[in-house]
């Protein structure tokens, strides 16, 4: 999973630098490269979870578990719209920056990274 959440953060990157990208689609692979350390952390556990795209959702299961997570748990509720209802509708919503999506990324990956000692 942290292999996949990699690739994504290179997609994200390439995606947050072009003018022309739509902040939807950058925001989509944001929210994939947290939901993929997520669960990169909960299978270094043993701990398991259903196929979601929910981050809020993976942070319970993690909690649950007592795995220890150096930021508040509703840090990446904010990239939630980003997985299906901004990646499948024209709605014009955004709720946060560029700069906010990287610090995410950023903390999620570097976190995971740290957790499953990689």
């Known amino acids: ?32 490269v947290v939901e993929k350390c ?28 007592q795995v220890s997570m150096p930021f508040p748990p509703d840090q990446f509720s904010v990239l939630n719209p980003f ?9 014009s919503f955004v709720s946060m920056t560029l700069a906010t999506m990287t610090e995410l990324v950023e903390l999620a990956y570097q976190w995971a990274c740290a957790e499953t000692s990689l």
């Open 1 to 32: 999973m942290l292999a996949l959440a990699k690739r994504d953060k290179t997609s994200f990157k390439a995606l947050a630098g072009h003018p022309e990208v739509d902040i939807s689609a950058t925001g989509f692979f944001a929210q994939q």
């Open 38 to 65: 997520l669960k990169a952390v909960a299978s270094y556990h043993g701990i398991v979870f259903r196929r979601t795209h929910d981050v809020d959702e993976l942070v319970d299961l993690l909690l649950q578990h």
């Open 83 to 91: 997985a299906v209802i901004l990646r499948y509708e024209e709605i």
